[in-house]
């Protein structure tokens, strides 16, 4: 009696214990009874009946790295579900854009199961589903892209890859949160080609910046001179003025003193009753007769019959002269 009541006491300890079962924070236990779905146990403690109750596994992805140090997946099934975020790396794959290059695209995705008891039975293996549609949906989006848009627009095709992986996987209990390009590898001949043509590229913006700067430096030489033109024509024409100026000044002194000279003159000759005018004739007329005769050849002096005349008239006022 006493070996049986230990035996049974034991079974029941098993059977209570085996019905405990401690679930891990972010994680859930989907549980069957009898080959049925029956609830999804939460974390912290559980309660379930042993033997009739039990726990349905689910397909996951695990990394594993080779002595080569390259790292491969491997599909195990756990009966527990992870609820965080989870990230799975695909190897690189070959894609063919629009203008038929194929590139090398090596793609991130970023998920988190919304739905245990989708993501179990709605499909049989979730993370190889995942990662086959994902390079599907890869494919047809950079088909629609040529290869310099490929390039430039990673956010494009990854808000694209985004609402198509998310609108395919809600069915699945999940849901896409982002997917990344990782790395996008052109062939090598594309690569010197677009090389080629950044050079190219450069070496036609540094022309042109040489070009706008040897424009610019001649239109700024060009107004410089056209200034020194202007200001030097302008000081010519304030130097012309100025001694145009000069000159009538000059002229008006030595009209003024002419007139002077005139009125001295005139009260001079009022005595001999002569004409002012015939008088200055007369001393111009002599004056000229000076210069005439003061050459070495000038021997032979001819006076018109007008000049005798005039200054016969003014004979009257000889004494001035000889004064």
């Known amino acids: 009696m006493t070996l049986t009541v230990i035996i049974l006491a034991a079974l029941v300890v098993i059977f209570t214990l085996s019905g405990l079962k401690v679930v891990q924070q972010a994680e859930v236990v989907v549980i069957e009874r009898l080959g049925k779905y029956h609830r999804t146990l939460s974390s912290g403690i559980n309660i379930i009946w042993p033997i009739i109750d039990r726990p349905r596994e ?149 022309d042109i910046l040489t070009a706008e700067g040897e424009k610019k430096a001649m239109i ?20 012309l003025i100025l001694e145009a100026e000069g000159e009538a000044n000059a002229k008006i002194v030595k009209a003024d003193a002419e007139a002077q000279a005139i009125n001295k003159i005139a009260k001079a000759v009022e005595k001999t009753k002569t004409d002012p005018a015939q008088f200055i004739l007369a001393d111009q007329y002599i004056s000229t007769l000076k210069e005439m005769v003061s050459g070495k050849d000038n021997k032979t002096v001819y006076l018109p019959y007008e000049a005798s005349n005039l200054l016969g008239s003014i004979g009257g006022i000889k004494d001035l002269f000889i004064k």
């Open 58 to 206: 689910i397909c996951a992805r695990k990394m594993k790295t080779n002595y080569e140090g390259n790292q491969y997946a491997i599909h195990t099934y756990i009966g527990r579900v992870d609820m965080r975020e989870q990230v799975y790396d695909f190897p690189k794959q070959n894609v063919i854009t629009r203008d038929n290059v194929q590139t090398e695209i090596n793609a991130l995705l970023y998920f988190q199961i919304m739905d245990p008891m989708k993501a179990i039975y709605e499909i049989n293996d979730l993370p190889n589903a995942i990662e086959k549609l994902t390079q599907t949906t890869l494919r047809n989006v950079i088909g629609e892209l040529e290869l310099d848009e490929t390039l430039t627009s990673r956010d494009t095709i990854n808000a694209k890859l985004r609402t198509v992986l998310d609108d395919a996987t809600n069915k699945w209990g999940v849901k896409v949160n982002r997917v990344e390009l990782q790395d996008i590898t052109p062939p090598d001949s594309v690569r010197e080609a677009m090389e080629r043509q950044m050079r190219a590229e450069r070496t036609k913006r540094s």
């Open 220 to 239: 700024l030489k060009s107004e410089g001179e056209q200034q020194s033109v202007i200001n030097h024509a302008s000081g010519k024409r304030q130097s």
